[in-house]
């Protein structure tokens, strides 16, 4: 095989993760109609590689494997090397890693994938060494072996591409049969049924899932824990969750010197991580510490959710508002290299440096300081990673306190102060790259994150960031004459057909910001973004929503998301944000968040924690949102911090004007002909600011005293 000399097309792509290939001696393409066209004009296999900027092991692919002029030379000439960022084509990514699943019974990245001309897979795996190792076989050998297989067998690796290319249809595009009717008490049950899955497999031990390594956070089973603790009332789910959440912040996962949580950890224990961060995984876990804090009152998570936002806003956010996508895993060292981690380990010479340099430990010795400060992180000269420590919570500050003859406060203002010394003494290291795409949908995640902060915490600030966001986005992905939403951000450039998370997720963030700030605006893009869903992605037919909109290009199958992945479900999400949106528009949206879940029954059936958010979805639906009007111009501060440390899972939070003269101005804001149930009627009472509570139609008095509304709710209307 001989496809024509081409040249590697990386160099002008928006992609930073692309860009990192544009040196390769393989001739990479990105995935577009030219590279296609390529392949089926010379009826050659295309080589499909895909990672993201922060991936590890694409790195370490790229370092062994594809700057290597040996193996450029064989993909160069045997195949059409494409390479595609999957944050950036998570439908492509979706289809390729369902067949690498299904095959090989696992996934990650890199994904490698070996498909025909027409975009059918006949060979996958993920890292692939250069030569054999442990018993993995060489990516040399594979160009070699597969090369030769489509010259001598092309018509077995043409009916495995059928195979496969069928598995995967049936598994992303097609939808259930019909299902039967459920009574009442079936539906109720699923929210418990996923929670008692989720406690079968929890690590009792360590927190979280999996009897051994890797173990990484995920988020959506907290809520489905804390929700049927709450629900429920049994202590074995609420212990599940708060063992997690606390293992979590305590471990390596999280960042002790600069805040924020690293992607996932290798072991069992939470102690040493993949240190790429991810803002989707930040976005995440500050939402679960925010409900873990509203459902035990424990301010050790609302410290967490308010670092993680700090650590967002200080590295992951634009200067005009929007959010970065990543920071890498690798990062220098003083000999010029690139290494994992190399950012955040510390050894006791270099504790003891950066405290020496800031000269802290004024009330005990140098080296007194130093121990206690090695005590409380775990830091010791054999280290945990590669001779170096990742820094854990090893000592708790009350042990420190008894063994080092010092008050308690003594201990904390040391640990305070060696914190910022140790964070000073950080910032003079090579920096992690950091990976600025603008992705709507992992900012319209981390927009629903600050937004709910300022809810939960009472922090006005957090309300801003978060429309400062929403702007942003609106204002460079948004077409409002065509109602479309496009996906990346980067440069100055922007490109990518948005998908259903990036319409989606942002409507939730959209959302949010209108419960955290009353502002109309906000209500209205989300109004938008939910009309877009119902024009771009819902299917009458099979009465679903697809991943890919019908505007979009052709792939091998379309695409659904039902399941959580690194990041929720877009069907789920979008369930949630349309039923919601239901009680303040004329559409119909309620009526198609229910034909999905109803599509979907079967699945959530047979195992509602396979399909976690699109479970918590079908419990809303079932259980009814908690309906919070406030006819006010603004909500009184007492009344926020009783909604925010208020657990209410199916909270909304539906602000009006105080008179019906103010919501007329409103209604012909948002097109509307006469006001939503939500609003109707419901006006400020002797001029003082009121509030409505509802559930399934059933209403509280209007009542001058939030406490006395949310008493009438939670002792069951």
């Not at 890199?110 to 018993?135: C, H, I, M, N």
């Not at 893009?525 to 505007?551: H, M, Q, R």
Request: hydrophobic content about 35%; overall charge negative.
């Amino acid at each position: 095989m001989h496809t024509p000399t081409q040249r590697n097309r990386l160099a002008d792509a928006a992609s930073p993760y692309l860009r990192q290939h544009a040196d390769n001696p393989v001739n990479w393409q990105p995935w577009d109609e030219a590279a296609l066209e390529t392949a089926r004009e010379h009826d050659v296999p295309i080589f499909l590689s895909i990672g993201y900027s922060a991936c590890h092991w694409c790195h370490v692919m790229e370092d062994e494997s594809f700057a290597d002029e040996t193996v450029a030379e064989r993909l160069n000439e045997g195949f059409v090397p494409i390479k595609v960022d999957r944050e950036e084509r998570p439908d492509v990514d979706s289809i390729y890693m369902t067949v690498c699943q299904l095959v090989t019974g696992r996934g990650g990245w890199p994904l490698s994938a070996w498909l025909t001309p027409d975009g059918r897979p006949f060979y996958v795996g993920t890292y692939f060494p250069k030569e054999p190792q442990r018993g993995m076989p060489g990516f040399l050998d594979l160009l070699e072996n597969i090369s030769h297989s489509w010259e001598t067998d092309r018509e077995e690796m043409e009916n495995r591409a059928d195979q496969w290319t069928a598995a995967a249809t049936d598994r992303l595009e097609r939808t259930p049969s019909p299902p039967e009717s459920m009574d009442d008490q079936e539906a109720g049950a699923l929210l418990e049924e996923a929670a008692n899955m989720a406690l079968r497999g929890v690590d009792e031990q360590y927190g979280g899932w999996g009897p051994d390594g890797p173990k990484f956070p995920q988020a959506a089973r907290l809520h489905v824990l804390l929700r049927a603790a709450d629900r429920t009332g049994r202590p074995a789910f609420l212990e599940a969750a708060t063992n997690t959440l606390d293992a979590m912040a305590r471990g390596g996962l999280y960042d002790h010197v600069g805040d924020g949580f690293h992607r996932y950890c290798v072991d069992r224990d939470w102690t040493v991580p993949h240190f790429e961060k991810m803002l989707y995984d930040n976005a995440a876990l500050t939402r679960a510490y925010l409900a873990g804090y509203q459902a035990t009152g424990n301010e050790s998570y609302a410290d967490v959710a308010r670092r993680t936002l700090s650590f967002v806003d200080r590295e992951l956010t634009h200067e005009d508002g929007g959010f970065f996508s990543t920071l890498d895993a690798q990062s220098g060292t003083p000999d010029g290299e690139h290494e994992e981690g190399a950012f955040y380990v510390w050894t006791p010479d270099t504790i003891s440096e950066a405290l020496e340099e800031a000269d802290v430990g004024d009330v005990i010795d140098h080296e007194t300081a130093t121990q206690l400060v090695c005590d409380r992180y775990g830091v010791r000269e054999s280290g945990n990673f590669e001779g170096q420590t990742v820094l854990t919570l090893a000592t708790t500050r009350e042990d420190l306190a008894d063994h080092s003859d010092l008050e308690r406060e003594a201990v904390d203002q040391l640990l305070e102060d060696a914190r910022e010394a140790l964070f000073e003494a950080r910032e003079t290291r090579p920096r992690p790259r950091r990976d600025e795409k603008v992705l709507a949908s992992w900012n319209g995640l981390m927009i629903a994150a600050f937004a709910e902060a300022s809810l939960v915490l009472g922090d006005e600030q957090y309300g801003e960031t978060a429309t400062a966001a929403l702007e942003f986005v609106r204002d460079h992905l948004w077409d409002a004459e065509s109602n479309t939403l496009s996906r990346r951000y980067e440069g100055g450039e922007v490109g990518i057909d948005g998908y259903l998370e990036d319409y989606a997720f942002l409507a939730r963030g959209a959302l949010t910001c209108y419960e955290a700030t009353g502002d109309l605006e906000p209500l209205s893009f989300a109004l938008d973004l939910a009309s877009a869903i119902e024009a771009e992605f819902w299917d009458a037919e099979a009465e679903t929503l697809y991943f890919t909109p019908k505007s979009g290009e052709d792939l091998v199958t379309r695409p659904q998301e039902l399941t959580d992945a690194s990041t929720p479900s877009s069907s789920g999400v979008a369930v949630e944000v349309l039923a919601a949106l239901d009680h303040l528009a004329e559409n119909a949206f309620g009526e198609l968040a229910d034909a999905v879940l109803e599509t979907h029954r079967p699945r959530l059936r047979a195992s509602p924690l396979e399909y976690t958010t699109l479970c918590l979805a079908a419990d809303t639906a079932e259980t009814g949102l908690v309906e919070v009007t406030v006819a006010a111009e603004t909500v009184p501060r007492e009344w926020r911090e009783t909604l925010g440390r208020t657990y209410l899972p199916d909270r909304l939070l539906a602000r009006r004007p105080p008179t019906a003269a103010g919501l007329e101005g409103w209604l012909e804001r948002l097109e509307l002909s006469e006001p939503p149930a939500i609003w109707a009627g419901r006006e400020a009472e002797d001029g003082e600011p009121t509030v409505y509570v509802c559930q399934h139609r059933t209403c509280s008095p209007p009542a001058l005293d939030i406490e006395d509304a949310l008493a009438w709710l939670l002792e069951g209307a």
